[in-house]
């Protein structure tokens, strides 16, 4: 039996709606963790009574004196470990992936049937430049880079709900300029 020419274009969007959201999840995580935190340091504006809080210039971050332990345990971390997991899921594994199994046994039964279908590789390739984004920040994170899981947290986080949103894939739109290039798409589709 051969696989259909194509998926239900809903399929990745609920995908989609449900990704943005633990990708804001990560996001806000990541902006009260170790990430965006400063080191408490000492000078003249300890001791004054206001001082801000907030970001101090020429004051050290947080994550720069953090161990790795204490850079793998952070919660946003932590999010966008699992974000990454269920990223490379999708990537590896597209019809056993937890969210598009979802849509099609929970979702899809109770909609009609979809007027068109559309091309699987564009949306597995958007899955991998999720992934991409989400392992540099979770790499960088790692070796300390101050503000690297809130980027790429809140990057993944607009492309997500982009599509969410208003149907409008980031990367399926790199996808095909990368196949209009020939640079990717020439071999057969693959459900």
Known sequence: MT????????????????????????????????????SATFGWFAYQPLADAAFVPGGAWAITQATIVQRLLDGGFLALLLIALLFLWGVVSPRTAPWGVVFRRLIRPRLPAPTELEDPRPPR????????????????????????????????????????AFAFCLGCQMYLLLQRAGVVGTGPRAA
């Not at 696989?3 to 990541?30: C, E, K």
């Not at 920040?137 to 690297?148: D, E, S, T």
């Open 3 to 38: 696989s259909p020419a194509g998926i239900d274009p809903r399929g990745p969007r609920f995908s989609a709606a449900i990704t943005s959201a633990l990708l804001l999840v990560a996001f806000v995580l990541s902006l009260v963790g170790l990430s965006a935190a400063q």
């Open 125 to 164: 390739f958007a899955q991998g430049v999720g992934l991409a984004v989400v392992t540099i920040g979770l790499v960088l994170h790692l070796i300390g880079v101050p503000l690297a899981l809130p980027i790429a947290a809140g990057a993944a986080f607009v492309a997500a709900f982009l599509n969410a």
